[in-house]
């Protein structure tokens, strides 16, 4: 069987773990392949929450092997603590069991760190993404596969610790880099780590050519691309299909389906140009903020609130070419006199209805909307009903009052996509699904 690919179609946070929770009930692979622990991913199975940065969102299904793919940084240290959690809650060491890490990731040092602490121009998570990742591109970065032969090799280490403390002293940061720290750190993440560390491009190669169903979970989302987002306000990994399969070490070729995942509102978490964004403080922002409880899952930090941006979700749809939409926290939107979308940018007394390039464009755009009618709010357990009848009835999207029903044909007309699958809680059962889609799943509990 092929692969599937979940994205982020907006700035990350969409709910993409969800998506691939659901999922992975009927799949046996999950591989993340690009970012690190700038990713936080959530899952809600009744009374627990799993908070994954690291750790692919398939992992509450015994059944369903995790890999850390090729494209992605990886930091071991909160690896480490992100499995410890998951031992303490579960009694599983999934690690070289059915959790495999890459041969070909890199490996976020405490320099990283420190470098990546420096920035004030980006609003990064302050995790090493970026500076682990321009190692990588200078050809200077350390791979897992790399260890093995560099551990013992005391030039090798002396000459990395001396150029990055040379690089942190350009950043003011004074602090520098040990050799004999830097040593026994990687020591250490050998021993931690080799049962684990695998070439796992060549495990999902064959995963796939046996038939076993894939999932490529992306972590941030197509307006945080690199090369496709919103520069220099931007992550720096390609979040988009594109990658998905290079960064899990298999051909495209294998992708048949590609969901991008879409708040029924927006979010963004860090600076950058956002022009649907409403004010934090009052009305419609602030209903968003404290209802979807916006708060970043990796930094703590609120997150950024504005309405839906057609623009955006048709510029990644352009990238992306998704096979189907997934809308969440439409729950959220409940108890709004009226909801709007935004079809279109006016800058400099123009109609633009894609992107400009620079962030200094975007920032000087300014919303054209549309406006709908509102819903009532209604309590979790009513919407966990709806969508428990809707499956159990095969009613799909006829489960929601015609109001509800409107709204989503509008974004199904505006982006040129169906939608798949609706979010109306953060738990795994608050979805509803469209009849006979790829979500039309029966949702088992998880085995954990
Ligand atoms: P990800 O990074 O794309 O996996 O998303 P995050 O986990 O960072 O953020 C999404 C947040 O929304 C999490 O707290 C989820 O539990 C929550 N969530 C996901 N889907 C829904 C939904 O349909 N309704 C509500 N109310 N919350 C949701
Ligand atoms: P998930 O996978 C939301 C944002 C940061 C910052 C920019 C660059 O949970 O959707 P970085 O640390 O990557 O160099 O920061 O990208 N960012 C995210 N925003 N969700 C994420 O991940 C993010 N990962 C990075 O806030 O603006
Ligand atoms: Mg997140």
């Given at each position: 069987?092929?692969?599937?690919?979940?994205?982020?179609?907006?700035?990350?946070?969409?709910?993409?773990?969800?998506?691939?929770?659901?999922?992975?009930?009927?799949?046996?692979?999950?591989?993340?392949?690009?970012?690190?622990?700038?990713?936080?991913?959530?899952?809600?199975?009744?009374?627990?929450?799993?908070?994954?940065?690291?750790?692919?969102s398939?992992?509450?299904?015994?059944?369903?092997?995790?890999?850390?793919?090729?494209?992605?940084?990886?930091?071991?240290?909160?690896?480490?603590?992100?499995?410890?959690?998951?031992?303490?809650?579960?009694?599983?060491?999934?690690?070289?069991?059915?959790?495999?890490?890459?041969?070909?990731?890199?490996?976020?040092?405490?320099?990283?760190?420190?470098?990546?602490?420096?920035?004030?121009?980006?609003?990064t998570?302050?995790?090493?993404?970026?500076?682990?990742?321009?190692?990588?591109?200078e050809?200077?970065?350390?791979?897992?596969?790399?260890?093995?032969?560099?551990?013992?090799?005391?030039?090798?280490?002396?000459?990395?610790?001396?150029?990055?403390?040379?690089?942190?002293?350009?950043?003011?940061?004074?602090?520098?880099?040990?050799?004999s720290?830097?040593?026994?750190?990687?020591r250490?993440?050998?021993?931690?780590?080799?049962?684990?560390?695998?070439?796992?491009?060549?495990?999902?190669?064959?995963?796939?050519?046996?038939?076993?169903?894939?999932?490529?979970?992306?972590?941030?989302?197509?307006?945080?691309?690199?090369?496709?987002?919103?520069?220099?306000?931007?992550?720096?990994?390609?979040?988009?299909?594109?990658?998905?399969?290079?960064?899990?070490?298999?051909?495209?070729?294998?992708?048949?389906?590609?969901?991008?995942?879409?708040?029924?509102?927006?979010?963004?978490?860090?600076?950058?140009?956002?022009?649907?964004?409403?004010?934090?403080?009052?009305?419609?922002?602030?209903?968003?903020?404290?209802?979807?409880?916006?708060?970043?899952?990796?930094?703590?930090r609120?997150?950024?609130?504005?309405?839906?941006?057609?623009?955006?979700?048709?510029?990644?749809?352009?990238?992306?070419?998704?096979?189907?939409?997934v809308?969440?926290?439409?729950?959220?939107?409940?108890?709004?006199?009226?909801?709007?979308?935004?079809?279109?940018?006016?800058?400099?007394?123009?109609?633009?209805?894609?992107?400009?390039?620079?962030?200094?464009?975007?920032?000087?755009?300014?919303?054209?909307?549309?406006?709908?009618?509102?819903?009532?709010?209604?309590p979790?357990?009513?919407?966990?009903?709806m969508?428990?009848?809707?499956?159990?009835?095969g009613?799909?999207?006829?489960?929601?009052?015609?109001?509800?029903?409107?709204?989503?044909?509008?974004?199904?007309?505006?982006?040129?996509?169906?939608?798949?699958?609706?979010?109306?809680?953060?738990?795994?059962?608050?979805?509803?699904?469209?009849?006979?889609?790829p979500?039309?799943?029966?949702?088992?509990?998880?085995?954990?």
């Open positions: 069987m092929p692969a599937s690919v979940v994205l982020g179609a907006q700035w990350g946070d969409e709910g993409k773990g969800k998506a691939i929770d659901q999922l992975a009930n009927h799949s046996t692979w999950t591989v993340r392949f690009q970012g690190g622990n700038n990713a936080g991913h959530t899952i809600v199975l009744g009374d627990t929450t799993l908070k994954l940065h690291q750790i692919p398939g992992v509450s299904h015994e059944h369903c092997n995790l890999v850390l793919g090729d494209g992605m940084v990886i930091d071991p240290w909160v690896l480490e603590e992100e499995l410890d959690k998951w031992h303490a809650l579960t009694g599983e060491r999934p690690e070289g069991k059915r959790l495999f890490i890459s041969e070909r990731a890199s490996i976020i040092l405490p320099f990283h760190k420190l470098y990546d602490g420096a920035d004030r121009v980006v609003g998570t302050g995790r090493g993404i970026g500076p682990t990742y321009r190692d990588r591109t050809r200077v970065g350390i791979r897992f596969a790399d260890l093995r032969g560099m551990v013992d090799d005391t030039e090798a280490i002396r000459s990395q610790a001396e150029r990055m403390s040379k690089q942190l002293s350009t950043v003011g940061v004074s602090e520098g880099i040990e050799a720290e830097l040593q026994s750190d990687l250490w993440i050998l021993e931690r780590y080799s049962d684990a560390i695998r070439p796992t491009g060549l495990m999902v190669d064959l995963a796939l050519r046996n038939g076993e169903r894939v999932l490529l979970e992306g972590a941030q989302g197509a307006m945080l691309d690199i090369d496709q987002g919103t520069y220099p306000f931007v992550t720096s990994s390609v979040t988009s299909r594109a990658n998905a399969t290079h960064g899990a070490g298999i051909h495209p070729g294998h992708v048949d389906q590609c969901f991008g995942i879409t708040k029924a509102y927006t979010t963004r978490v860090g600076n950058g140009p956002f022009p649907s964004e409403l004010p934090l403080d009052e009305g419609s922002g602030m209903h968003m903020a404290q209802v979807g409880n916006e708060y970043g899952t990796t930094t703590g609120p997150r950024r609130t504005g309405w839906l941006d057609m623009v955006a979700l048709r510029e990644s749809n352009r990238i992306n070419g998704y096979t189907g939409l809308v969440t926290k439409l729950d959220v939107l409940g108890g709004l006199d009226e909801l709007r979308i935004c079809i279109g940018y006016e800058m400099d007394g123009r109609t633009l209805h894609v992107m400009p390039t620079t962030s200094e464009d975007l920032a000087r755009c300014s919303p054209i909307y549309e406006t709908h009618p509102g819903f009532p709010a209604m979790q357990e009513d919407w966990i009903a969508a428990e009848d809707s499956r159990s009835e009613t799909g999207f006829d489960a929601f009052p015609k109001v509800i029903r409107d709204y989503l044909v509008r974004i199904e007309q505006l982006a040129g996509v169906s939608i798949v699958s609706v979010g109306v809680g953060p738990d795994r059962r608050a979805s509803v699904a469209s009849k006979g889609g979500f039309d799943l029966p949702a088992d509990e998880a085995t954990f």
